[in-house]
């Protein structure tokens, strides 16, 4: 063979069969998800490990009497108390089934501050204030239980409730000190992972099925299960295809923080939908406040690094820009075109994650709003 013929000579690549194909292909999107997912994760680990504005330590003794109601309320004790720890001089709990008053008036507080209170004797209250303690309640569930919560209000000096629409209702019913004071999210609970989740879901909602949920997700159900999605909570064997679903529906299971923060880490977008202040079946709200603030999960969500597509209520820009580090819906047909738009744009949901994360740090930690919350009774 002529030297010219060797140098004219084209070689081809081998012809890879369909099987090898589709193992080179798996090969490279494998590779470009777990980098998508090592970029996350070391841009959300720097965000957490820069250095966050220090809170005011106070001289200060407090008693925290908590919910007493257990799960799922003892995790918002928990933040709190852990949070107060740090904050104050001293902290004496306690719960409404011991003898509050008494502790008060043997250990003299600067401020009884009470989650909840629905079990609390009012008289316990009442006996505080006047040995000249100072009283304040954070209200739960708000506006779900207003017929209650308008019965205790006026036992405490000073009232924080985490729904906006509240606030008037309180001050017209004869209280003084009424405050917005939002839950947060409690980052020793709800945090970015720094190594691959063990879970790899594109969908996840964690909440029970209320009937405004049933009847908003059921028209798209099938659509949403088409993706890797998995619901969990109490009463969604009320979908009309609950038998459908399988194992896509984990039923009746409460999750631990532990357990809801590894699932919003493994999972690409997160839904959030609050409940209705409609629903009599389980609510006791017959003036019908309606509700304008966002839920404490929202906060959560954000605090772990993924994407929370909501449902926008009035308040929400108050707290998280929607389209830059949150999304939002409208309708059950706008959530389904969001959750395909973005599995399939993956830099635009990381990064309202991320953002979303660094904003949750520096506004909407437990530690921002008990300071707040000790600025306005002790300013």
């Known amino acids: 063979m002529s030297l010219k013929h060797r140098k004219t000579r084209k070689t081809h690549a081998p012809v890879l069969s369909l099987a090898d194909q589709a ?3 798996g090969q490279h999107a494998g590779y470009d998800a777990g980098k998508e997912e090592g970029y996350l994760r070391g841009r959300a680990n720097y965000i957490v490990n820069c250095a966050q504005e220090p809170l005011p330590f106070r001289q200060l003794h407090v008693l925290y009497v908590s919910s007493g109601k257990g799960f ?3 995790p918002l004790d928990e933040a709190i108390m852990a949070t107060l720890q740090g904050m104050v001089a001293q902290v004496t ?3 409404p089934r011991q003898p509050v008053s008494e502790i008060a008036l043997q250990t003299r507080p600067d401020l009884v501050l009470v989650l909840d209170g629905m079990d609390i004797p009012m008289e316990h209250l009442d006996a505080i204030r006047q040995a000249g303690i100072q009283t304040a309640i954070w209200l739960t569930d708000d506006p779900y239980y207003t017929d209650m919560t308008l019965e205790i209000v006026h036992h405490f000096d000073h009232v924080f409730t985490l729904e906006l629409n509240c606030v008037e209702l309180y001050r017209q019913n004869g ?8 839950f947060a999210a ?7 992972i720094t190594t691959p989740s063990p879970l790899h879901r594109e969908v996840s909602f964690i909440g029970s099925a209320y009937w405004n949920r049933v009847y908003f997700f059921n028209p798209i159900m099938a659509q949403l299960m088409s993706h890797n999605t998995v619901f969990n909570g109490i009463w969604w064997d009320r979908l009309p295809d609950y038998a459908a679903y399988g194992e896509k529906i984990e039923l009746g299971r409460w999750m631990s923080p532990q357990e809801t923060n590894d699932v919003y880490n493994g999972t690409k977008i997160v839904i959030n939908l609050h409940r209705s202040h409609e ?12 509700p304008a603030s966002p839920n404490p999960r929202t906060f959560e969500i954000a605090a772990s690094t993924t994407l929370q597509l909501t449902d926008a209520r009035d308040d929400l820009a108050r707290f998280y820009k929607p389209g830059v580090e949150i999304e939002t819906y409208s309708s059950p047909q706008e959530l389904l075109d969001k959750v395909e738009y973005y599995l399939s744009h993956e830099k635009e949901r990381r990064e309202i994650a991320l953002r979303g994360l660094e904003r949750t740090l520096k506004d909407h930690t437990y530690g921002k709003r008990i300071n707040e919350l000790l600025s306005i009774i002790f300013p």
């Open 175 to 182: 209280c003084p000190s009424v405050h917005y004071l939002p």
């Open 23 to 25: 193992r080179k292909n």
């Open 93 to 95: 709990l306690s719960d």
């Open 186 to 192: 409690f980052t020793n609970h709800y945090f970015p």
């Open 72 to 74: 799922p309320y003892s």
């Open 279 to 290: 629903d009599d079946s389980v609510n006791n709200n017959h003036v019908k406040i309606s």
